[in-house]
């Protein structure tokens, strides 16, 4: 199947369709596209591609080479939340697999999600292997999360009910993506993926990072930040901001109202402290501005809304809390960070 064929086979009724949020991807959409044209098992696919208001030529070059796959153009920069809500509404396939513009997948990928959502016949959230691009190395099988919702990296094969599936590459039913209502669109971007499998895992449906297969992911490249160079954490204000905020929001809307009054008050402390030596040791107070004040503004501006939908996730609620936790490990995830890379470096 050639490039200007990519899109096809396109039935009447698509089995699967491949979302993909692209801003600025135009070095890598190729490579991401055509990892979905050449999988295995014929089956029937779509592409959807949102354009973020891209500035590098992104959307006329998918437009002159994938002819096939179907364009969404936005006028303006709405994020990956908004960008995936939008594919979503137009998706006529009975599966939605979120992919990034940065990740390519194996060409088994897209049977052995198919194979898997169709043994395991109710409504999951699953995902494969990640691997780096470069280096080819495994990132992770999943997720596990600590107690204040940071990932951990899950790297073991045989344990594949986890915590959170990145949403570089999350494979989710059209029914199921309904019923969760999508992405929090004020969310904007980062923690979305950690929201929905929340949200998911609450109201009984398996969040799976299966064991074989997988996909190739440039991590950092589509957002900037969150990959480790020579050693160090590299990362940057916009995504840290971004996910102290959205991680906090998650906490209030999914953990049980005793726990958030022990939990919340600690994880505000450890903000406090985490803010003061970035700010100490960067010798800027660029980190308080950027990342840490603009969480307490963030909090009061929201708490109408986060209390509307955490009433509404909780009367989903279908699984007893200890079943929600079982994915969690108690050790917290930016202390062994910490103790292996040093101080992140923020760019």
């Given at each position: ?5 990519a ?40 592409i ?62 897209l ?16 995902s ?59 969310f904007?971007?980062?923690g979305?993926?950690?929201y ?9 449906n ?32 916009t995504r ?21 009054l ?10 406090l ?15 308080i ?6 969480l ?12 509307t939908?955490?009433k ?36």
């Amino acid at each position: 199947m050639t490039p200007k064929d990519a899109g096809s086979p396109a039935a009447s009724h698509p089995v699967v369709s491949v979302c993909i949020a692209n801003y600025n991807g135009i070095e890598v959409i190729d490579d991401c596209i055509r990892s979905i044209v050449e999988q295995r098992g014929s089956i029937p696919v779509e592409i959807l591609i949102h354009d973020d208001a891209s500035t590098d030529g992104s959307a006329d070059y998918i437009k002159a080479h994938y002819p096939n796959a179907t364009l969404i153009e936005s006028s303006d920069n709405v994020g990956f939340c908004v960008a995936n809500n939008r594919l979503a509404a137009i998706a006529r396939g009975d599966y939605l697999l979120l992919l990034n513009n940065d990740a390519a997948l194996f060409p088994d990928a897209l049977q052995t999600l198919l194979c898997e959502a169709e043994r395991l016949n109710t409504s999951a959230i699953l995902s494969l292997p990640q691997y780096d691009a470069q280096t080819g190395d495994l990132i992770d099988i999943g997720c596990l999360l600590d107690p204040f919702l940071n990932p951990v990296p899950n790297q073991n094969p045989q344990r594949n009910d986890v915590g959170m599936v990145i949403g570089a590459c999350l494979w989710i039913s059209k029914m199921l993506w309904n019923e969760l209502e999508g992405f929090p669109e004020w969310f904007e971007s980062i923690g979305e993926d950690l929201y929905l499998c929340c949200r998911a895992r609450l109201a009984g449906n398996p969040v799976r990072a299966l064991g074989q297969s997988g996909y190739r992911h440039r991590v950092g490249s589509s957002f900037g930040g969150g990959r480790i160079s020579d050693g160090k954490l590299i990362t940057t204000y916009t995504r840290r901001a971004l996910s102290e905020r959205n991680k906090t929001f998650v906490m209030v809307m999914h953990y049980p109202a005793l726990l958030i009054l022990l939990t919340l008050p600690i994880h505000i402390i450890l903000l406090l402290i985490e803010c003061f030596f970035l700010s100490a040791f960067h010798m800027k107070t660029l980190p308080i501005k950027r990342i840490y004040i603009p969480l307490w503004p963030a909090l009061f501006r929201r708490r109408w809304l986060l209390a509307t939908t955490r009433k509404n996730i909780m009367s989903n609620a279908k699984v007893h809390t200890k079943q929600f936790f079982l994915p969690f490990v108690w050790a917290p995830r930016k202390l062994q960070m910490l103790f292996k890379h040093g101080i992140p470096k923020l760019v």
